[in-house]
């Protein structure tokens, strides 16, 4: 079983920034096309970002676009979202999640995930 667990997370101003980490158990991270989503209350979790098991493809949700940057470490089981710009749209609770295919957009493709790990951005 694959397991996924998220840190970094908190409590930032507008304007400034925050990296998120993914880290995976149970196999290679590498096996896994990732993803990131977001879900604020009341709303629907939305795609963030997505990366390829090499990290050659990534892709971005619209609203990211230029802000945000998917990596991943594939030695160290860890897959990495850097958030500049920060926005209060931005405020969610952030979930990684595993793939066994390509990229992939929706919530519903992924195969794994994470318990999430809260994201507030202040005015």
């Known amino acids: 079983q694959v397991h996924l667990v998220e840190s970094g997370g908190g409590l930032v101003q507008a304007g400034g920034s925050l990296r998120l980490s993914c880290t995976t158990s149970g196999r290679t991270q590498g096996s896994y096309t990732m993803g990131w989503f977001r879900q604020a209350p009341g709303k629907e979790r939305d795609f963030v970002a997505t990366?390829?098991?090499?990290?050659?493809?990534?892709g971005y949700a619209n609203s990211v676009k230029g802000r945000f940057t998917i990596s991943r470490d594939n030695a160290k089981n860890t897959v990495y979202l850097q958030m500049n710009s920060l926005k209060p749209e931005d405020t969610a609770v952030y979930y990684c999640a595993a793939r066994i295919s390509g990229v992939a957009f929706t919530p519903a493709a992924y195969n794994y995930w994470g318990q999430g790990t809260q994201v507030t951005v202040s005015s």
């Open positions: 990366i390829s098991r090499s990290g050659e493809n990534t």
